[in-house]
């Protein structure tokens, strides 16, 4: 099946693969290509430039540099009367008395309104744990506010000797089942 | 014909440069328009595609140092300037290269200038299916019968990998005509 694939292949490549080309397309090619070159000129051009540039530029420069567009006659002459001066508004100044009065005002109002908010907000914010209800703690804890890493709940516990045999596992665990964590917020 | 030798010089000469270029299209024109036309498959394309790269060998030629073949340097030039042309037709249309020569193998079926077959539609769908050195290898020894030595001297590649990149390309080909 292998050899007669292969055969298959080797059929192909006596048919060729199939592409053609216009009728006559190779027999002007040298005209049609040196005529649309330039050759004079892509040769100054090329020895301007660090890099080589793509053909068919001489078709940009047979245009030239006109971009096509006009405008009415006289345009430019009767310009000016189109033109929309806007009116100057008087300006003033910073160190004017009644500005100045104003200013010292607004100053003196900022300072008060900022102290007096400061004050009224941190005397709200003193809040007791013991005033807490237990499900906005447990609310709090579970939409992560808080997150303690090991290292800083051992901080907390620096006194006591976690390798010592002081508890069995069996000890440990009977503990744990049977810690009331609403009672371990509540004295914390 | 003119030794290789004589005819760069008489293209960097003005007064010998029109005729000398005419003579290195003639000489060459076929070769690099079927070796074009293979990668980037449409004839307009192509013929884009060939006129960069006479441009582009009349232009450099001052730099050709004669390290290889004047047609290996035009057949590399060739080269880069199809995939080039790919590349910026896939940035151009949004699409990978892949998707492109699919679909550039679909549009074979309604093309005037392509009067392949069922079979060689299917070779050029096995063929884009390689990847890109690969496909060159394929068409340069399969269809244009050129020789390890001077695909080495155009791809850059030892004839050893050319010779082994050619064997994959050929079984996978195989495969490919056999379950499609």
């Known amino acids: 099946m292998n050899s007669q694939k292969k055969n298959i292949l080797d059929e192909l490549k006596k048919s060729g693969a199939g592409f053609k080309a216009p009728k006559d397309y190779f027999e002007d090619m040298e005209d049609r290509f040196v005529a649309s070159q330039n050759l004079d000129k892509a040769k100054k051009e090329h020895s301007k430039s660090a890099g080589p540039k793509m053909p068919k530029l001489d078709a940009l420069d047979s245009i030239g540099k006109s971009h096509g567009f006009t405008t009415p006659a006289g345009y430019f002459e009767e310009e000016a009367k189109h033109l929309v001066i806007p009116k100057t508004k008087k300006i003033i100044s910073l160190n004017s008395p009644g500005l100045r009065k104003w200013l010292n005002l607004s100053i003196a109002a900022s300072i008060l309104l900022f102290f007096g908010l400061g004050f009224y907000l941190s005397s709200n914010t003193n ?62 | 014909m003119l030794e290789e030798e004589v005819l760069i010089e008489r293209l960097k000469d003005p007064l010998t440069r029109e005729a000398s270029y005419r003579l290195l299209i003639s000489t060459h024109k076929q070769r690099l328009y079927w070796h074009i036309r293979k990668i980037v498959l449409n004839h307009e394309n192509a013929d884009d ?32 300037e199809s995939i080039s042309f790919l590349k910026k037709e896939a940035k151009h249309l949004r699409v990978d290269m892949k998707t492109l020569q699919e679909q550039r193998v679909d549009n074979l079926k309604a093309d005037v200038y392509f009067d392949g077959d069922e079979i060689q539609l299917k070779l050029q769908k096995a063929i884009i299916s390689l990847p890109q050195k690969q496909q060159l290898v394929f068409n340069m020894k399969y269809f244009d019968d050129l020789k390890y030595e001077e695909i080495s001297e155009i791809l850059d590649t030892s004839v050893g990998a050319l010779k082994a990149s050619y064997h994959h390309a050929r079984k996978k080909i195989e495969l490919f005509l056999l379950n499609t």
């Open chain 2, 49 to 80: 595609v060939l006129q960069n790269t006479f441009i582009k060998v009349f232009r450099h030629i001052d730099g050709f140092k004669g390290e290889s073949k004047l047609y290996s340097w035009m057949f590399r030039i060739a080269t880069n």
């Open chain 1, 127 to 188: 809040v007791k744990m013991a005033e807490l209800n237990t499900d906005e703690i447990e609310n709090w804890i579970d939409t992560d506010l808080i997150s303690f890493n090991s290292y800083e709940i051992a901080e907390v516990f620096e006194d006591v000797d976690l390798e010592s045999d002081l508890y069995s596992d069996e000890e440990v665990g009977a503990y744990l089942d049977n810690l009331d964590i609403e009672e371990i917020i509540l004295d914390n």
